[in-house]
């Protein structure tokens, strides 16, 4: 080969170095939340309520939807990219299958409800579409894309109400929803040690405070139906207790100012906490749900 062509040779090689990155595929957005708006689209409170909307419809009936906007999915087809977004963050429950994620790509003025396995017989291709084209869509053309989100998200929570579900785990819904056992952990505390302290002054530091754990475990147990976690409230109950009750002894000139001191200050950090992080759904994450493509697009 001369000069020239290897000149040629080495320039197209260059060029394509520049140019293929520039087409990669838009990378699958992390679940941060039921809500992920990667456009600025929609308020804080827009966000809150469709939050709030969708956590008391998994709480309900089990099944998860989560909603994602992003500017584009090019240089992919909405469709490929939404059964990406769908096969990474798994919503809906493992082998029930039964999660649904709307997709809007706002530049491109495309969208998609990407359909779980277990949904599709009821959510199905033909439903999916008429949702797009009579709840959403008309909405997006007029600008209001929170009315329109939350429409969509109305009508698909109304048709998948009419498909037989297993019944919701509470166990497995209030370990999606860490931020709701704030409150549970912060009576506890509150109980092992003011209210334990009694207990642990008639039966002795040991026994009364395993008394203090078996009594805020049963009462665990009762009001969210969860073995697992009653034992673990339980065993908190206890120990935190049990340190409390021993610090208190061996502190002098403290006594039970000590101890009420620290049940203040912990019963009101816990609730603090709690309550600046209400509206957060960063504990939100997919059940193992699969995905197989169904589901429709549109545009508007």
């Not at 990474?88 to 998609?112: N, Q």
């Not at 599709?120 to 579409?129: A, I, K, W």
């Not at 109400?161 to 704030?182: I, K």
Request: with cysteine; glycine share 14%; hydrophobic share 45%.
């Amino acid at each position: 080969m001369t000069a020239s062509v290897w000149c040629a040779i080495i320039i197209a090689a260059l060029l394509l170095t520049f140019v293929i990155p520039t087409h990669a595929d838009v990378a699958v957005p992390q679940l941060t939340g039921r809500v992920v708006d990667q456009t600025g689209t929609l308020s804080s409170s827009d966000i809150a309520t469709l939050t709030q909307k969708l956590r008391d419809f998994e709480n309900r009936k089990g099944s998860q939807i989560a909603v994602l906007i992003v500017p584009t999915t090019q240089p992919e087809t909405i469709e490929q990219f939404s059964i990406r977004v769908a096969e990474a963050w798994k919503v809906g429950r493992k082998k029930v299958d039964d999660g649904a994620i709307l997709v809007v790509a706002k530049s491109d003025r495309h969208l998609r409800i990407e359909v779980g396995y277990g949904l599709e017989g009821v959510l199905t291709d033909v439903t999916s579409r008429r949702i797009i084209d009579e709840d959403i869509t008309p909405k997006f053309r007029s600008g209001d894309f929170a009315a329109g989100i939350s429409a969509g998200i109305d009508r698909m929570m109304r048709v998948i109400d009419g498909e037989p579900l297993p019944s919701p785990s509470r166990s497995v819904n209030f370990a999606h929803n860490l931020d709701d056992l704030a409150p549970v952990f912060a009576v506890a505390l509150f109980a092992s040690i003011g209210v334990g302290g009694f207990f642990r002054a008639i039966l002795g530091r040991l026994l009364g405070s395993l008394v203090t754990g078996g009594i805020i475990a049963a009462i665990t147990w009762l009001i969210l139906g969860s073995a697992a976690l009653a034992a673990a409230v339980g065993i908190l109950g206890f120990i935190v207790g049990f340190i409390a009750d021993l610090f208190s002894a061996i502190t002098p000139g403290t006594g039970r100012s000590h101890g009420g001191s620290w049940s203040s200050g912990s019963s009101g950090g816990w609730s603090s906490g709690s309550s600046s992080s209400s509206d957060s759904d960063s504990s939100f994450s997919g059940g193992g749900g699969s995905f197989g493509g169904g589901g429709a697009s549109g545009s508007w």
